[in-house]
């Protein structure tokens, strides 16, 4: 804007891990946070409903996964000082609908909504995977291998909703 | 190439506008200063050649008369160091300008946050007073060195005191007494300067500056919460830091027209307004477990009818 703002860059207070490319990281796990937390309710929706049914083991063993990546996202985000997406109070409501909506059509309408967003989260964690190999491999190096396993697992919770989709 | 013409004709664009040549026309060093920084800023940012003619034609010295801009966001380059071709004790335009600032500080019981007081500041470090011309005249950025110097020296007494804790030297204290102190320590940096804040926040609320007077608060209230060990990843991480920033707010406020011996009567009412804030939080996890056995009690009987519906679909 003219007039001009002040000549200083004024930094904040807050000490940034060193040579961390703060805002990066910040997004990336603020949104892998989001992604997790938003799993585990699509999860915990669709065990309310077909937690009884045939399926209910299968569904209940990858939201057991889901909750332990939540859990590293969350020690991650203390770790490196992000803040938490401010939209978490809808995420809990939408995952659950979603995860409880898809499941009161059946199980077919429960594995098709875990394959769709299986694959998403997935295309997801391979960006990421992608962005930090260009930043530095070195300086990532232990994000890097939990978000490449956290994406396998992924890959897993996907391959087996198309095997229960298929079936039934 | 493209590119390069490009950014060099910016970097003459922000030299004809920069505020050093607008305004101290009389202090050729400092322009100068300027001048080579801006030059050697280019050449460090695209590694080129030393640099050719028609570049050279943009360094116009004639200004235009435009407001100055707004410095360009990013990291700056490191200026020392650089081909032994500074002396030792080079610095920055903006280390330089971290000194004038600090040194006006001195002077803003008496001059207030105004033009006299960096005048008064730099005439002390042997520099012209129309240096002050560097800055804009309603002190802006002399209040927010303030603060980011008040801000900076929280966090070294937060570390510090952290670091005491994990040696066992001292006690780790509950919530409510670090939240206390903290806030104290913070808010007792302004005593030397009471008389003239009014003044100062009045300014950080206009307009151009609220950007960063809001970032400095809020990486400031953030701080106070990573030391207090705040580790919350779901919604409390806003509203604690919503709470503890209205505590902060208004706690100012009322030292401004505290009289009493040693801001006695501030302290009180920090006290009562954390310990509101301690007790509106239990009662907010209440509600909340409330609520999700009434949101329990819901999914159970939605569940309950679509067995029902399956089965006798079934049959």
């Given at each position: 804007p003219p007039g001009g703002g002040a000549a200083l860059r004024l930094r904040s207070t807050r000490a940034p891990l060193e040579g961390i490319n703060k805002p990066v990281l910040d997004r990336i796990i603020?949104?892998?946070?989001?992604?997790?937390?938003?799993?585990?309710?699509?999860?915990?929706?669709?065990?309310?409903?077909?937690?009884?049914?045939?399926?209910?083991?299968?569904?209940?063993?990858?939201?057991?996964?889901?909750?332990?990546?939540?859990?590293?996202?969350?020690?991650?985000?203390?770790?490196?000082?992000?803040?938490?997406?401010?939209?978490?109070?809808?995420?809990?409501?939408?995952?659950?609908?979603?995860?409880?909506?898809?499941?009161l059509l059946g199980k077919k309408g429960a594995m098709a909504c875990t394959v769709a967003v299986e694959e998403s989260i997935s295309d997801h964690y391979n960006n990421q995977i992608r962005t930090l190999?260009?930043?530095?491999?070195?300086?990532?190096?232990?994000?890097?291998?939990?978000?490449?396993?956290?994406?396998?697992?992924?890959?897993?919770h996907h391959d087996i909703g198309i095997e229960h989709d298929a079936e039934a | 190439k493209m590119a390069a013409a490009g950014a060099l004709r910016r970097a003459g664009w922000r030299l004809c506008r920069g505020r050093a040549v607008l305004r101290c026309q009389h202090s050729p060093p400092l322009r100068a200063l300027q001048a080579s920084a801006a030059l050697r800023r280019v050449?460090?940012?695209?590694?080129?050649?030393?640099?050719?003619?028609?570049?050279?034609?943009?360094?116009?010295?004639?200004?235009?008369?435009?407001?100055?801009?707004?410095?360009?966001q990013g990291p700056r380059p490191s200026y020392t160091g650089q081909g032994g071709q500074e002396s030792e004790d080079y610095e920055s335009e903006?280390?330089?300008?971290?000194?004038?600032?600090?040194?006006?500080?001195?002077?803003?019981?008496?001059?207030?946050?105004?033009?006299?007081?960096?005048?008064?500041?730099?005439?002390?470090?042997?520099?012209?007073?129309?240096?002050?011309?560097?800055f804009h005249s309603d002190g802006s950025e002399l209040i927010l060195h303030f603060v980011s110097e008040c801000n900076a020296k929280l966090s070294e007494l937060l570390e510090q005191e952290q670091k005491r804790v994990q040696l066992g030297e001292a006690e780790k204290k509950p919530t409510d007494e670090f939240l206390r102190?903290?806030?104290?320590?913070?808010?007792?940096?302004?005593?030397?300067?009471?008389?003239?804040?009014?003044?100062?926040?009045?300014?950080?609320?206009?307009p151009r500056n609220i950007p960063s007077s809001l970032s400095l608060l809020t990486s400031m209230i953030d701080d106070i919460w990573h030391y207090a060990g705040d580790q919350s990843t779901d919604f409390n991480w806003y509203t604690r830091r919503a709470v503890l920033t209205g505590i902060y707010n208004t706690?100012?406020?009322?030292?401004?027209?505290?009289?009493?011996?040693?801001?006695?009567?501030?302290?009180?009412?920090?006290?009562?307004?954390?310990?509101?804030?301690?007790?509106?939080?239990?009662?907010?996890?209440?509600?909340?477990?409330?609520?999700?056995?009434?949101v329990q009690g819901l999914m159970g009987a939605a569940v309950t009818v679509s067995n029902a519906e399956t089965s006798r679909a079934v049959r």
């Open positions: 603020r949104v892998d946070h989001a992604g997790e937390y938003g799993a585990n309710r699509i999860y915990a929706g669709q065990m309310a409903v077909l937690g009884r049914s045939s399926v209910g083991p299968v569904i209940r063993q990858m939201w057991n996964q889901e909750k332990t990546h939540l859990k590293k996202f969350n020690e991650l985000m203390v770790a490196y000082r992000v803040r938490p997406t401010v939209l978490l109070p809808f995420w809990n409501v939408a995952g659950f609908v979603l995860g409880a909506g898809t499941a190999m260009e930043e530095d491999p070195e300086k990532y190096k232990e994000l890097l291998q939990v978000i490449k396993q956290f994406r396998d697992e992924e890959l897993e | 050449s460090d940012e695209h590694k080129k050649e030393p640099l050719t003619s028609p570049s050279q034609q943009q360094f116009d010295p004639h200004p235009d008369g435009h407001q100055p801009e707004q410095e360009p903006e280390q330089l300008q971290h000194r004038i600032l600090t040194a006006a500080l001195e002077f803003v019981p008496e001059h207030g946050w105004t033009a006299e007081a960096i005048a008064e500041g730099a005439k002390t470090l042997g520099l012209s007073v129309a240096a002050a011309g560097m102190d903290a806030v104290e320590a913070r808010l007792r940096m302004l005593i030397p300067y009471i008389e003239k804040w009014p003044q100062a926040l009045s300014i950080l609320l206009l706690t100012e406020l009322v030292m401004l027209q505290d009289s009493s011996p040693d801001f006695e009567d501030t302290w009180r009412f920090l006290e009562n307004r954390v310990a509101d804030a301690m007790t509106m939080s239990n009662t907010a996890s209440q509600v909340q477990s409330t609520g999700e056995a009434v």
